[in-house]
């Protein structure tokens, strides 16, 4: 169980464009979910938290207007990055909570997104 | 001031015997949470072994178990019989409830562990 699914895993797109990641929760329900961002040989940072049928929390210095979120339903958030500049490029990681008690974070396997 | 703290960039071990990754943490919330995280290179985040602050017995999944030392704040996670697949980076991270109400998880910097046959 708790498995949490990230499509694309990986994408390459020219300057100026958006692009889109899904994280989808397959097996269970996820109120929170939560996107990070990790440059190479670096931790996670925590970007923002999204919550099912409200507006996403962000976490300082990220721009809310370039990286939209959505989470439309319990079991799908999604993270558009707008106008993709080569400083965007990095691995992308969402993660959803599964259980309440001991709010244990279940990751996807991650999108590298490489911006030309 | 970092939340959390993992003090060895690097760490070698031999295949079948057990390695201890340290971490320590800093809050002033009496209810938090401690986690282990595994990252392969594939980048894939795997969740490891988890310690609530008020558990009074160290937190074992398997071949992993978590030494928590509260008074000295910390939480260190040990391997025993290390198999080659083990190899991979480790993140401790912390749990801290946000006063909206959410909970974030604050991550160290990670260990890079390698098995050698």
């Known amino acids: 169980g708790a498995v949490v699914s990230q499509h694309p895993s990986r994408v390459i797109c020219k300057s100026g464009t958006s692009v889109k990641i899904e994280c989808r929760s397959l097996d269970f329900q996820a109120t929170t979910m939560f996107w990070y961002r990790q440059f190479p040989k670096q931790s996670l940072m925590l970007m923002a938290t999204s919550n099912e049928g409200s507006k996403a929390t962000y976490e300082q210095g990220v721009e809310k207007d370039k990286f939209l979120i959505n989470h439309a339903s319990l079991t799908l958030s999604t993270l558009t990055v707008t106008s993709a500049h080569p400083e965007d490029s990095s691995f992308y990681i969402c993660s959803a909570e599964a259980e309440a008690s001991t709010d244990t974070q279940y990751f996807g396997p991650g999108t590298r997104l490489t911006v030309l | ?117």
Request: with cysteine.
């Open chain 2, 1 to 117: 001031a970092q939340k959390i703290t993992q003090t060895q960039p690097g760490m070698f071990v031999q295949e079948k015997e057990a390695v201890t990754l340290d971490c320590t943490y800093d809050t002033s919330d009496q209810s938090y949470g401690l986690f282990w995280y595994k990252q392969p290179s594939s980048g894939e985040m795997i969740f490891l072994i988890y310690q609530g602050s008020y558990d009074e017995q160290n937190a074992t999944e398997g071949r992993y178990s978590l030494n928590f030392q509260k008074a000295r704040k910390s939480a260190n996670l040990v391997i025993s019989a290390s198999q080659l697949g083990d190899s991979a980076m480790y993140f401790c991270a912390m749990r801290e409830r946000e006063y909206s109400g959410y909970s974030t998880l604050t991550f160290g910097k990670g260990t890079m562990l390698l098995v050698s046959p």
